[in-house]
T-cell receptor
Framework: AQSVSQHNHHVILSEAASLELGCNYS??????LFWYVQYPGQHLQLLLK??????LVKGIKGFEAEFIKSKFSFNLRKPSVQWSDTAEYFC???????????FGKGTRLHILP | NAGVTQTPKFQVLKTGQSMTLQCAQD?????MYWYRQDPGMGLRLIYY???????DKGEVPNGYNVSRLNKREFSLRLESAAPSQTSVYFC?????????????FGPGTRLTVL
């Protein structure tokens, strides 16, 4: 069955620490990958996406993600987090095979000032 | 540009009551979606509308109906609310469809069913 796994449900870091949030998927066919972010009290917005081409994708606010096809992964990274990065992060996958979108369960990131 | 708007923001219902959640977008998008967000469950697609005049079931459609009133508006109806429908509901839209396009989300409706 198609699925998306975000292994870290809750991450706590200090400011300036490096961040990596895991996302693994189980999905056939050509995939499209997304990271969405939900800041406290706000609606979800796109952080970055991968459709094709360079597997290292850069998004807003210094975030990046790398698509590793052999590992079925699309991990989100940021070299130095800020307090304002406190939010919930969702990985999502679609496939060109069908009209579905699968979201991961989300990772709550809490940055200590 | 308001983007995607939803009404109401909060709602409390009793079991068995009905209500309609409203969603509108002003981005001239073809596709619109309804999701529910539950703690530890992420977002799950309830229904979507690829274009005006069409609707399709998502992952969790039971207990819901939708109407794509026109290109701008997509409503979600609970005919007989149940406590299991307590959730936060998000509407979203995209220009080109579900698979290969960014979705733009509304602010959400927090629904409690007693």
């Amino acid at each position: 069955a198609q699925s998306v796994s975000q292994h870290n449900h809750h991450v706590i870091l200090s400011e300036a620490a490096s961040l990596e949030l895991g996302c693994n998927y189980s999905y056939g066919g050509t995939v499209n990958l997304f990271w969405y972010v939900q800041y406290p009290g706000q609606h979800l917005q796109l952080l970055l996406k991968y459709f094709s081409g360079d597997p290292l994708v850069k998004g807003i606010k210094g975030f990046e993600a790398e698509f590793i096809k052999s590992k079925f992964s699309f991990n989100l990274r940021k070299p130095s987090v800020q307090w304002s990065d406190t939010a919930e992060y969702f990985c999502a996958v679609t496939s060109n095979r069908d009209d579905k979108i699968i979201f991961g369960k989300g990772t709550r990131l809490h940055i200590l000032p | 540009n308001a983007g995607v708007t939803q009404t109401p923001k909060f709602q409390v219902l009793k079991t068995g009551q009905s209500m309609t959640l409203q969603c509108a977008q002003d981005m001239n998008h073809n596709s619109m979606y309804w999701y529910r967000q539950d703690p530890g469950m992420g977002l799950r697609l309830i229904y979507y509308s690829a274009s005006e005049g069409t609707t399709d079931k998502g992952e969790v459609p039971n207990g819901y109906n939708v109407s794509r009133l026109n290109k701008r508006e997509f409503s979600l109806r609970l005919e007989s609310a149940a406590p299991s429908q307590t959730s936060v509901y998000f509407c979203a839209s995209s220009g080109k469809g579900l698979v290969a396009d960014t979705q733009y989300f509304g602010p959400g409706t927090r629904l409690t069913v007693l």
